[in-house]
């Protein structure tokens, strides 16, 4: 297996593996800023660097290359901009430092984080189908207008991850900014979304993704919105709860038809859009869109002792194991991380060809 690495620089630099010194091919890796700083990883990196790097101010810059899978930045601005400086650890160096600090990457199968008293875990496994893995995992903590939140998110992408890849990188942005997301979630959950399909539609990709994003506030409320047939199942007292809804072409068969479209099941036995999507709401997909919808289902939840865990999934996941089945297989699984693997591997038990991908989270950690 080829080492993960972070990646710290005080500018931004035009990263790829032979400018890092890094093995071809190596997979670059960094974790958000709130990670490394609530887990005393930037302390010590901070005392392995010179005193200019003493009273940084920090962002957190993520970018992607096609030349390495994965790779990121984390920006110090100091008082002495003229100095350059980057040091580059093997993943599991800063593992031992900070067992707890990491949170996503899209090369990496499983893993895991903890904030705000709020743990996750997630698992991914490639389907069937000789396309690349199309599924994108978003879990991060961040501290946002005195609100302390946790940002999870499946991407499931198709004809491609492009719009997936765009998500994961511009969609919780793009929803924090909306300035009535916590007097108003509703409304500003769909303006985001929105804007945000409407960025997508003025690129050049020809495909797109469902979405299932999930922002916890304070531990205390929870916001859900989706797209297309990626969901989120509360457990409530070991209840499964489903939060989203499966926009599926025969349900939402008046709305395809009254933008002009049809829905038929052939080819094969699967409703489709004009025969060719699977789903009536999805970011993306230009060619179909005048009859598709970006349109969320938003859900708002407040959370209480009753509530322990929360399953975000790609339909690769749901089409094999049913919701209140995916609660019972893992309430008693404490590590978020072992739930997670223990509901991918048993959808490929139960023949799901899909990429399958969930990401678990369990409240009042």
Known sequence: MIDRYFI??????????????????????????????????????????????????????????????DWGLLRLYGSQEQQESHMCFKLNDLHKMAPRVFSFNSSRETGKGESFHVMHGFSKIKGKARHPMEDVLVSLYKEFKGHKLGLFAVYDGH???????????????????????????????????????????????????????????????????????????????????QLSVDHEPSAERQLVESRGGHVTHFPGDVARVDGQLAVARAFGDKSLKQHLSAEPHVCEVILSERSEFMILGSDGLWKVIENQVAVDLIRGIKDPEEAAKCLTSTAVQKKSRDDISCIVVRFHA
């Open 8 to 69: 710290f620089s005080k500018s931004l630099l035009c990263c790829d593996a032979g400018h890092t010194a890094l093995p071809r091919g190596a997979s670059l890796f960094v974790a958000p800023f709130e990670f490394l700083w609530t887990q005393g990883v930037i302390r010590r990196v901070l005392g392995w660097c010179t005193n200019a790097f003493e009273t940084a101010r920090f962002s957190w810059i993520c970018r992607r290359t096609r030349t390495v899978s």
């Open 159 to 241: 004809l491609g991850r492009d719009v997936a890849d765009y998500l994961e990188e511009n969609l919780f942005d793009t929803i924090l900014d909306e300035p009535d997301l916590f007097c108003n979630p509703k409304t500003a959950l769909e303006n985001a979304y929105h804007s945000t399909d409407a960025v997508i539609l003025q690129m050049s990709h020809p495909g797109g993704s469902t979405a299932v994003t999930a922002i916890v506030v304070d531990n205390k409320r929870l916001l859900v919105a989706n797209v297309g047939d990626s969901r989120a199942v509360l457990c409530e007292a070991g209840e499964a709860k």
